[in-house]
């Protein structure tokens, strides 16, 4: 059975990444996961790094590695305004590893509760969230 659609807009530092009509917007915000349905209620949430998945329909699922940013849900549109949006295929698995295995290092060598030891963290998380998605590129 069709939902009904709303219109996302995905926004990087580079540009425009998605603009259509989608069924459900699925994604990870600080307090967990969500799902946005058309007439969703007007929402601003801070996004974590995760996958995100458009659903044009049940079975045509477009998919993102999603790094950091918000998301603003009203008027039945969803704007996200992430750091990163990028394409399963596009994701580069051994890239990947190599910057876990250097944020990782960066978490253990910095002063705890420094800026640098939050930046190294928050690396950490978004490079797990895109290898994670790497490897689960069959979709």
């Known amino acids: 059975m069709a939902r009904a659609t709303f219109q996302v807009e995905i926004l990087t ?12 917007l699925s994604t990870r915000t600080a307090v967990g996961s969500i799902g946005v349905l058309a007439n969703h209620t007007p929402l601003l949430g801070l996004l974590e790094p995760t996958e995100l998945r458009l659903y044009r329909s049940e079975s045509e699922i477009v998919r993102f590695a999603q790094g950091e940013g918000y998301i603003q849900v009203g ?4 704007l996200v305004l992430v750091e990163e949006a990028i394409a399963p295929q596009d994701l580069d698995e051994q890239d990947l590893r190599e910057k876990l295995r250097v944020a990782e290092a960066d978490v ?5 509760g420094s800026e640098a030891q939050r930046r190294a963290i928050r690396d950490r998380r978004r490079w797990q969230a895109f290898l994670e998605v790497s490897g689960s590129s069959g979709g």
């Open 13 to 24: 530092p580079e540009g425009e990444v998605f603009n259509e009509q989608v069924e459900m």
């Open 75 to 78: 008027e039945n549109r969803a």
């Open 108 to 112: 253990a060598s910095a002063e705890e």
